[in-house]
Structure formats: structure tokens, C-alpha cells
């Protein structure tokens, strides 16, 4: 069975994610990190690059990411 947990990304004016996930992959500010199922508590600035969610690629300009009680709450400023 595979663990997963709730991620929401927000953009400006619309939700661009919203649903489970296994793995999600964020271009932080002291690099790229990954977060997966019951990860520690974080808040982190994002950096231009790319967010991925169980692979899938979102580009974005910079944002805000936290963690917590198994739920990712991302939001940022897209690339256009």
C-alpha cells in the first residue's frame, strides 16, 4: 500500500493542485528537496525552478511551501 499525503498549491487567482500525492519535489531556497509521507515539519521559500508532484512538472517563479500533519500547502507565483 502506498503512503501518500494532501498537497494544495494556490496560485494567484486559481488552485493548481489539490489531491494526494507520493512524492513532491520543491526548488527551495538552499536547493531542491523532496518531501514524501509523514515529513518532518517545514516552511521553506521557493526559488524559480520547478515544483514536481509525483512527477509532473509545474513551473513557478517563487512561492512558500509548508508541511505539517501530513499535508503540503504550497504557494507561489507562476512562470509564465
Known amino acids: 500500500?502506498?503512503?501518500m499525503f494532501e498537497v494544495v498549491m494556490l496560485g494567484a487567482e486559481?488552485?493548481?493542485y489539490q489531491g494526494k500525492a507520493e512524492s513532491a519535489v520543491f526548488p527551495?531556497?538552499?536547493g531542491v528537496?523532496?518531501?514524501l509521507s509523514y515529513h518532518r515539519p517545514i516552511v521553506s521559500r521557493l526559488v524559480g525552478g520547478s515544483?514536481?508532484?509525483?512527477?509532473?512538472?509545474?513551473?513557478?517563479?517563487r512561492g512558500l511551501m509548508g508541511f505539517n500533519?501530513?499535508?503540503a500547502t504550497?504557494?507561489?507565483?507562476?512562470?509564465?
Open 1 to 3: 500500500r502506498k503512503t
Open 14 to 16: 486559481e488552485v493548481i
Open 28 to 30: 527551495g531556497e538552499n
Open 33 to 35: 528537496f523532496e518531501t
Open 51 to 61: 515544483v514536481f508532484i509525483d512527477g509532473r512538472e509545474y513551473p513557478i517563479r
Open 69 to 71: 500533519n501530513n499535508k
Open 74 to 80: 504550497v504557494v507561489v507565483e507562476r512562470s509564465v
